[in-house]
Structures are given as C-alpha cells and as structure tokens.
C-alpha cells in the first residue's frame, strides 16, 4: 500500500519561529510536492521537486523554502512564521510520465496554526 | 491561461438519488486528468486517472469519463458515506517548471438518509 507520511497533524508555533515540516514516502517516486490548501482557495502549490537535490519554485514560493537531500524525503521550512501562513500542508508525490500512473499520492496533512 | 473548473460548487442530495458532477478545463500539453476524494481535516485520496477521450474508470458507485474538453464524476445511488469534496487535477508536463497539477477548486457532496 502506497505511503506519504507527514511528520505532524496538528502544530502551534509563534510568530517568527522556524518551523520544519517533514515529509517520507515509501514509493520511490521522483515528484514531490507541497502545497498548502485554505478555504475557497483550493489546493496552492508552493514548491516542488522531480529530483534529489532539485527544486522548482511553485505559485507561492514567498516564506518558504524547501530541502530534497533524499529521494524519500521533502521537507518544507518556514524561515520565520507568520501569521498569514496558518493552513493546511499537505505533502504529495508522484512519478514522471513515461515512468508509470502519473497520479499524486497525499500524506494526511498538517494542520499548522501560527500564534 | 490553463484552469480547470469545477461544478457546481455544492450538491446535495438524498441518498439514491444519482447525479453527476463536471470538471472541465482548458490545459495544454495534458498527461492525465485526476479525480480525489478529500474528507474534512483529510489530505486528498486518489480515486482515478483518465488519460485519452473516450477513455471511462468505474469504482463502486463512482464512474469517471473524459471528453477532449471536461470529465464527469457520475454517482449512482450514493449513500451519505459517499458524503465529501471531489477534486479534479490536469497535469501538464513539460520542460523545468512548465510541469504542474491544476486543481479545481472542488465539489462539496452532501448525501441525505
């Protein structure tokens, strides 16, 4: 069974912390993904990578960086929290075309609330 | 400009009461069109993939189709477990960053006993 592994459900930080969220999967895929999701706007991409080591800015990539050192794993940092970036992360991953199915697989998600 | 749009935004129905829910889009350089399930709280859980026109998945009570220009969700006799968001994603794949999943903003399924 297919597994995207989010390290947090639920996490409260303070304005200005520096906050990691972690991301695991098992399937050997080369894209990963984070995006963030908030009412009536939908799913936002803000980063992913379709390699170790490589990264490619989303559509709102501003606050936010990202660390691909292994190829299961895809983290999401956020140099100094705001406010603006309470939400919902989730994590997902996929493979390329020509590889195989091309359908994204999610992680749970965290649910991040900045105080 | 790519964008895929869902509708309608919100359904409810009772329970057998079958309907059908559209994705339609406007995406160049297609590699597959995506449907998921998304429970509250919950990230999105894959249901199908559709890849050519013409092409139909089925699954319990959900069937998927795909035309050059949309896609639709058909539910038969849904019950109220089959209550959540469906989201529709296009993925378009090219060169460096010209690779990316557009979603839909969703619809919100409400299923009455």
């Known amino acids: 069974d297919v597994k995207v592994t989010q390290s947090s459900r639920y996490l409260v930080k303070r304005t200005g912390e520096k906050v990691f969220l972690e991301c695991v999967q098992d399937?050997?895929?080369?894209?990963m993904f984070w995006y963030r999701q908030d009412p009536g706007l939908g799913l936002r991409l803000i980063y992913f990578?379709?390699?170790?080591?490589?990264?490619e800015k989303g559509d709102i990539p501003e606050g936010y960086s990202v660390s691909r050192e292994k190829k299961e794993r895809f983290s999401l940092i956020l140099e100094s929290a705001s406010t603006n970036q309470t939400s919902m992360y989730l994590c997902?991953?996929?493979?390329?075309?020509?590889?195989?199915?091309?359908?994204?697989?999610f992680g749970q998600g965290t649910r991040l609330t900045v105080v | 400009e790519d964008q895929v749009t869902q509708s309608p935004e919100a359904l409810r129905l009772q329970e057998g009461e079958s309907s059908s829910l559209n994705c339609s889009y406007t995406v160049s350089g297609l590699r597959g069109l995506f449907w998921y399930r998304q429970d509250p709280g919950k990230g999105p859980e894959f249901l199908f993939t559709?890849?050519?026109?013409?092409e139909e998945k089925e699954k319990e009570r959900l069937k998927a189709t795909l035309t050059k220009k949309e896609s639709f969700l058909h539910i038969t006799a849904p019950k109220p477990e089959d209550s959540a968001t469906y989201l529709c994603?296009?993925?378009?794949w090219g060169a460096g960053n010209n690779r990316k999943l557009i979603w839909g903003l969703g619809t919100s399924l409400a299923v009455n006993p």
């Open positions: 399937m050997d895929h080369e894209n």
């Open positions: 994603a296009v993925l378009r």
């Open positions: 559709l890849y050519s026109a013409g």
């Open positions: 997902a991953s996929s493979l390329s075309p020509g590889q195989g199915n091309t359908e994204a697989f």
């Open positions: 990578s379709y390699d170790v080591k490589m990264k």
